[in-house]
Structures are given as structure tokens and as C-alpha cells.
């Protein structure tokens, strides 16, 4: 499947990736290469073929609703990597 | 020309739990100790860790207890199970979603297909899925100087992650609802649904419960067709807003009506006032601008809590895209029927059962019903009285009007206090009794006045048995027994 121009602009918005007019041609061709790769799967016949969403075929994998040894940082660990702070929050540009 | 209002609700509770949805720090971010000191909520970013952060690398784990929660959620809305049933991501950005994706339910969501009875009309339930709450966003213009570095001038958006994990469940109505009463209605129902089966305080001003609205207004199909018809505009409407509501109390559909084209989607309103001011006003605001012929579109609007108004929230998000997929860190759940009879079991009379039996079964007016049954410790309370036999009119009276009483007395203590009281009674008629005798002994003229025809000699007789009382006695009931014995003497 050939990507169109605007469909590679969507796709670099939802990941808000900035593309320059080059780099979206670039993107373009790219990712429509990467889709034409994976378009055999298409011959395949799944007609009565679960979709699968997990391999390793565990399931009711559960943890108990227990307080006990959790990881909780204290607050100057959960910010410590923070850019920005202000009073124990983290601090981002405005987005509102 | 009528339009028929067309509202569908989706409802976000915090579940209660002791840990978040996918990591075991402390779901308690409303410390108990702190409710005490007139409810401040924890510290900022003390019940994190990096799995709720959204670490690199940090993988979930599910919380039994929600998952379980959930499904009795969906038994006691009359849902099916997916018995196969997974989490997947959706995808979008947002400064309160660490990671770039909430952790949700699409395609199998726990229950599906349910129905809910609100003032005698069926409400359709579409499912209720479980998924994780973010953190939460405060837009405020700060001081400068209490950043440290600023990437712009004071305009800041502050991050708190506590309630990120936290879990949530969401409640997707189908468009069954028709006015904003009955939306309140929906919401007060689902709240007390949630309470009485213990798995959300449903508190909607610490935002456990948070509704959104989708609000259109549709044309009958009536009314569309009278129109052609006759090739006329000014036609007679086919349906008047009493006659519409009339079905609607008979649960009957008004005839027909199209699904209209548009929706109109109003988030984040945390009170019953505001889901009812909110739809009041978007029902006006559609009916007009149809009216005048514009043409309305698709869109989330704001509401104002201060004038009580929906505002356009122009944003430059085109339609929302949020790419679902399985998420692959979290094995799927398989539930087995035994497992959700186990769950079915713990389920409680619910309050618009509890509401049903006491008017069919005990005869209670609706309107006793209603109150006694919108708290599960009322309802038991009740249920107590009536089973110490104590008449049901009497339990539900008392329950209404004094509930001072309630609160002082235990079922058991209020039964003995009343008897005592009964008893008390008794002895003071039996006290006023002599009394009576002694007075009417004592005043041969007034009493041989009052029984030749001279009313007013009773009331000589009254002042008499106030004074032998010291003022005791009711006037009235002094009275009632002075003529009891009059008549025997
Ligand atoms: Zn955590």
C-alpha cells in the first residue's frame, strides 16, 4: 500500500514529530516501503483465525489488592529527573 | 416544531481499592487522617512509583480486586461478561498521561450489553470497562519566582501524579435518556449502585465520579413526515410537548426519530447541578440554532460553572485517533462462569430494587421508598424495625421525620425507647384520670354547669387540672379527659 502525502503528515502529527516538505517525501516512501514488506501477510488465509494479541499464552494474570512492598518513590526521587519543578509538582509548558 | 432531546452518558468512577490499577502503590490519596482535617489530599507525587510514572521499563501488574469489582459492577447493570476479556492501549498525548498512552478497554471490554430500569424506563447500558485515571493538571500563572527555570513566562501547567493509576471505571450509556431530569436521575441511580456495592465513595467533588454528556436534538420522524405531507411549514405539530412526555412516562418510544447526524459532547461536569444546567442549555442552544437553520456540528464544548453555559472549546485536535491495541505487557483475562457467579453472589439488593419492594411488597409510598432506600444503611436500618415488628408505615415514618432518633438509637434501642414511651403514656392517662375525679368532685357548680349545656365551664375545669399539674398536662388532652369522666360521673 502506497502512503498519500497527507496520511504521512497524520501520522507525523500523532507522534508529533515535526517533518520538514523534504523529510515528509522521505517518510513517505519509507514507511510505503515498510508496509509493501509486510503486505504478504495478506495472501494468508485467517479466515477462522483468532487474532492474537499475546504469545505467551498466560492468562488472569493478577496481583492481589495488597499494600505490601511497594515501589513508591518519595517525592524528591519521583522528581528527580524532572526539567522543571515548582512545590513537589512537575512543571511543563502551559497547555491550556 | 418539537425536538426530541437525544442524551447518552458516560460516567469515570475511582474504584476503591487499597493499591492503583497496574502497581502496588497506595490507591489512598484522600489520607483518612486528613479527611478528618476537613479533606486535603496528599501531598503532590508521594504515591508514585515508576510504573505509574510511566518509567522506561516499568511493567504493570493487574489488580485483582478492580477486575472483580468491575464485573459486579456490570452483573448489577444487567450485563453479559466477556468471558475473554483484555486491556489495550489508546494512544494519545497529554502532559498528565506519562506515557503516551492510557492503558484501557475497546473491543473486549469487561461487560457489555446491560440495562438499567430509571423511573420505570430502561436505560441501555453499552459496556463498563476498567481502565487506569491519569494524573491531574493544574493551569495556574504562577509566581516566577517559585520555579526554578522557566521555559515560558510564568504560564505553567503543574503535574501531580497521584491519582495516576488510579482505578477507573467507565460506565458508556446508550442514547436512552431524554431529558436532563432523567439524566440526573441516571446519575443519582449509578452513584448509589456504586455505594451500595462498595466499590466507590462516588464522592464527585474529590472527583471519584465525573460525568460527560453527549447532547443532540432530534426531529420526529412524525413531524418530518406531516411536513412533506402537506408542503407546508407552518403545519400544527404532530406531537406537543405534553403528549410527548406522556410517552415518555409509558416508557414508550414517541414514535419514531432519527438518530441526529452530530453530537455534541460536554466532559468533565462534577455535580448532578451542572449535568442538568449543562443539558438544559445545550438542548436550548441546539433547538434555537436548528430553528434558525444553521447547521450544527460535531464537537466538545466546556461548561462554565459560573454562568451555567456550554462554551465551543475551539482546539486544533483533529479527529480523535487513538490507534487501540492489545497491550502486550498484560496477559488477557479469561473468566470462567463459576467465577462470575462467585461475583454475582456478593451482589446486594440494590437501591431501585430495595425501592421496588418497599412500595410493592410493604406499601410504602414512593416517596418514603425513595429516601429509605438511597442509603444502604438506612434501608437496613429500616429493615430491622420491620423485622422487631414494628408496622412498616410507622418504621418508615419514623425513618423520615426523625431521623435524630435514627441517629441516636440503635434498631433495637428505638424499638425499646418507643414501648417505654408507649408505657409512659398510658400511666399519664391513668394519673390524669384521678385527678379528673378529684377536680370534678371538688366543683359540684361548674361541673352541674357543664352538664346542664354551659361549655364554657369546661374550661374552668381545664384551669383546674393545669393548676393540680403544675402545668403538665396538654390543655387538649386535659380536656379529652375531663369530658371522659364527666360523661361516666
Ligand atoms: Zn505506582
Known amino acids: 500500500m502506497e502512503l498519500t502525502k497527507s496520511q504521512t503528515q497524520h501520522i507525523a502529527e500523532l507522534a508529533r514529530i515535526k517533518l520538514t516538505e523534504k523529510e515528509t517525501g522521505k517518510t513517505q516512501s519509507d514507511l510505503s516501503t515498510a508496509l509493501k514488506y509486510i503486505e504478504v501477510l495478506d495472501e494468508l488465509d485467517l479466515e477462522d483465525i483468532e487474532p492474537t494479541a499475546q504469545i505467551t499464552r498466560l492468562s488472569n494474570i493478577y496481583r492481589e489488592d495488597e499494600l505490601k512492598e511497594p515501589q513508591t518513590l518519595s517525592q524528591s526521587e519521583t522528581l528527580s529527573n524532572a526539567p522543571h519543578q515548582s512545590n513537589g509538582y512537575f512543571s511543563v509548558p502551559r497547555v491550556l | ?489
Open chain 2, 1 to 489: 416544531m418539537p425536538y426530541y432531546p437525544v442524551i447518552g452518558l458516560e460516567i469515570h468512577i475511582q474504584l476503591k481499592t487499597q493499591t492503583k490499577m497496574f502497581c502496588g502503590c497506595s490507591a489512598e490519596i484522600w489520607p483518612p487522617a486528613a479527611k478528618a482535617l476537613g479533606g486535603k489530599a496528599a501531598a503532590p507525587n508521594t504515591h508514585t512509583c515508576p510504573t505509574c510514572l510511566g518509567l522506561p521499563g516499568a511493567l504493570p501488574t493487574i489488580n485483582k480486586r478492580a477486575v472483580e469489582q468491575v464485573i459486579r459492577m456490570g452483573l448489577a447493570l444487567n450485563c453479559t461478561i466477556n468471558q475473554n476479556s483484555y486491556f489495550e492501549r489508546k494512544n494519545y498525548f497529554y502532559p498528565d498521561l506519562p506515557k503516551g498512552y492510557q492503558i484501557s478497554q475497546h473491543r473486549k471490554p469487561l461487560c457489555v450489553n446491560g440495562q438499567l430500569p430509571v423511573n420505570g424506563q430502561i436505560v441501555g447500558i453499552t459496556d463498563v470497562h476498567l481502565e487506569e485515571d491519569t494524573g491531574k493538571s493544574i493551569h495556574e500563572k504562577l509566581q516566577p519566582t517559585t520555579y526554578n527555570l522557566q521555559p515560558t513566562n510564568g504560564e505553567h501547567t503543574l503535574l501531580d501524579f497521584n491519582k495516576s493509576g488510579i482505578p477507573l471505571m467507565e460506565v458508556v450509556s446508550e442514547p436512552d435518556i431524554h431529558s436532563a431530569e432523567q439524566a440526573v436521575a441516571y446519575c443519582k441511580l449509578i452513584q448509589q449502585i456504586v455505594r451500595f456495592l462498595g466499590i466507590s465513595d462516588g464522592d464527585m467533588e474529590k472527583g471519584q465520579m465525573r460525568c460527560e454528556v453527549n447532547v443532540s436534538v432530534a426531529r420526529l420522524a412524525s413531524d418530518i413526515a406531516t411536513q412533506q405531507d402537506s408542503n407546508s411549514a407552518t403545519q400544527p405539530h404532530s406531537c406537543t410537548a405534553t403528549q410527548l412526555h406522556s410517552k415518555l412516562r409509558q416508557n414508550l418510544p414517541p414514535t419514531t426519530y432519527h438518530l441526529p447526524p452530530y453530537r455534541v459532547e460536554i466532559k468533565n461536569l462534577n455535580s448532578f447541578r451542572f449535568v442538568q444546567k449543562a443539558i438544559e442549555y445545550e438542548i436550548q442552544r441546539q433547538t434555537e440554532a436548528l430553528e434558525n437553520g444553521e447547521h450544527l456540528i460535531q464537537e466538545t464544548r466546556g461548561f462554565d460553572e459560573e454562568k451555567e453555559i456550554t462554551f465551543s472549546q475551539r482546539s486544533k485536535e483533529q479527529a480523535h485517533d487513538y490507534r487501540y491495541f492489545p497491550e502486550p505487557d498484560l496477559p488477557p483475562m479469561k473468566l470462567s462462569d463459576k467465577e462470575i457467579e462467585r461475583l454475582r453472589a456478593q451482589i446486594p439488593e440494590l437501591p431501585h430494587e430495595a425501592k421496588r419492594r418497599l412500595v410493592d411488597k410493604l406499601g410504602l409510598k414512593p416517596s418514603q421508598a425513595e429516601i429509605i432506600s438511597r442509603e444502604q444503611s438506612t434501608l437496613s436500618y429500616f429493615d430491622q424495625l420491620v423485622k422487631l415488628n414494628l408496622l412498616t408505615d410507622k418504621a418508615a415514618n419514623l425513618i423520615v421525620n426523625q431521623p435524630e432518633l435514627i441517629e441516636q438509637y440503635s434498631p433495637q434501642e428505638l424499638v425499646n425507647y418507643l414501648e417505654k414511651q408507649a408505657v409512659e403514656q398510658i400511666g399519664d392517662e391513668n394519673a390524669l384520670m384521678q385527678i379528673a375525679r378529684k377536680i370534678i368532685e371538688a366543683n359540684p357548680k361548674p361541673v352541674k354547669d357543664y352538664k346542664s349545656g354551659k361549655e364554657t365551664a369546661l374550661q374552668f375545669l381545664v384551669g383546674q387540672m393545669m393548676r393540680e399539674t403544675k402545668g403538665k398536662a396538654e390543655p387538649q388532652k386535659a380536656a379529652d379527659i375531663l369530658k371522659v369522666v364527666l360523661k361516666r360521673n
